[in-house]
């Protein structure tokens, strides 16, 4: 390992609370879907900071917004109105198809967000304060008390409990599953539109319009977490759309601000007047600099046609890793949509990953050992063609 990167790495083992196992690179610059690390090494990246950098990196349209920003205003407090919060919440909502959007840091932020105003809806109509929330099993929402109660992984839970109550878990595409869990207190039910973390696994439609349907039956809150599979990933700016329903609140981040720190929670006709003032609220959350980078996403989504791209380079992708699947023993399954793509292996995926990095490439894991595909959206055929190629090399090498 070379001085410069040696010191840092050093330096950060020494300083950095150690929540990470990182990976022994440190990362300097990016262009496009290129990152290149402090001795100069390029890397092709399939990881895009884990499915955040939907533009790519150095986009040129991107960053000028941002210096033109900086250079102007960068905070003022939710105390008073800013333009660029003003425009990026109404290109929110329109994208949604919602009706009012708050601004958060963090998909994490935007979690804990919609569990209140699912809770004070349902409080509103009753005055009760024993309502239950339904989330799925191998769900993944965030690390903060709330949304660590919604997600279903007992490792993460375990060292933090007690954790809010009145949550209680159903199994992902199991629609009885779900019904067994719902009484009188069930106020709202919670889960990703395509599971991430949990291993890539996709709605089936039969489930999540049963559950649509349900919660129009039984006035219960459907909240969609879209933070990873949202903002134009599989081929839709929203993966329900793929469904023809709506929730009653998405919560979106990542690549809403490309790169940026920035989330939200957006809230339908049915709920979003449920909160009042001095119910929720945010220091930092829906910042000029923030929300002016999710403005200028949105402009570049529409300007450079960023779903339909997606829409026409996924069915590539897909048919490469099903080629690659077919050639290696040590993989039993493709499974995703749109650019969120993921390989079960029977190999340890961090053997993978380590051996892609040696040969330029990034890609990460998701559960279940799999290795996940969340490349930047802007991502050409001749990019699928050498992560492939590098891929291949990496598999080859593991397997002789």
């Known amino acids: 390992m070379e001085t410069k990167t040696k010191k840092i790495i050093e330096t950060a083992e020494e300083t950095l609370l150690h929540t990470y196992n990182r990976y022994q690179i440190v990362l300097d610059k990016g262009d496009r879907v290129y990152l290149y690390d402090t001795e100069g090494k390029e890397y092709l990246d399939f990881a895009a900071g884990i499915a955040v950098f939907a533009l790519g990196y150095n986009n040129k349209k991107f960053n000028e917004a941002l210096n033109d920003q900086i250079s102007k205003l960068v905070h003022t407090s939710n105390l008073f109105y800013n333009e660029p919060a003003v425009n990026a919440g109404a ?173 939200a929670f957006v809230a339908g006709d049915k709920v979003y007047n449920a909160m009042v003032p001095g119910d929720h609220g945010t220091t930092y959350g829906g910042n000029p600099l923030a929300t002016r980078a999710a403005d200028t996403v949105f402009d570049i989504f529409s300007e450079d046609k960023i779903v339909e791209h997606v829409k026409e380079v996924a069915p590539y992708l897909e048919k490469t890793l099903d080629e690659i699947a077919s050639k290696y023993d040590c993989i039993k399954e493709r499974r995703g949509m749109g650019l969120m793509q993921g390989l079960e292996l029977t190999i340890p995926v961090n053997d993978v990953i380590l051996k892609a990095q040696k040969n330029g490439l990034i890609v990460i894991s998701a559960s279940g050992n799999v290795l996940r595909f969340v490349p930047p959206l802007v991502i050409t055929k001749e990019d699928i063609d050498l992560m492939a190629e590098k891929l291949c090399k990496s598999f080859d090498e593991l397997t002789a």
């Open 91 to 263: 290109k929110l909502v329109k994208a949604t198809g919602l009706k009012r959007v708050f601004f958060t840091n963090s998909g994490t932020e935007a979690i804990e967000g919609a569990i209140k105003l699912a809770r004070k809806y349902a409080y509103n109509k009753d005055g009760r304060t024993d309502h239950e929330i339904i989330a799925m099993n191998h769900s993944f929402h965030g690390r903060s008390i709330g949304a660590l109660s919604v997600t279903g992984n007992s490792k993460y839970q375990e060292p933090f409990k007690p954790l809010i109550g009145g949550i209680k878990f159903a199994d992902y595409n199991d629609i009885e599953s779900v019904k067994a869990n719902i009484t009188d207190k069930t106020c709202a039910i919670i889960m990703e539109t395509l599971q991430g973390e949990g291993g890539i696994y996709p709605a089936e439609e039969s489930f999540i319009k049963e559950i649509r349907k349900i919660c129009d039956e039984k006035d219960i809150v459907l909240i969609l977490d879209e933070i990873q599979c949202g903002m134009g990933r599989t081929g839709y700016m929203f993966t329900y759309e793929r469904y023809g329903i709506k929730p009653d609140i998405v919560t979106v981040a990542k690549a809403l601000g490309n790169g940026i720190p920035v989330g």
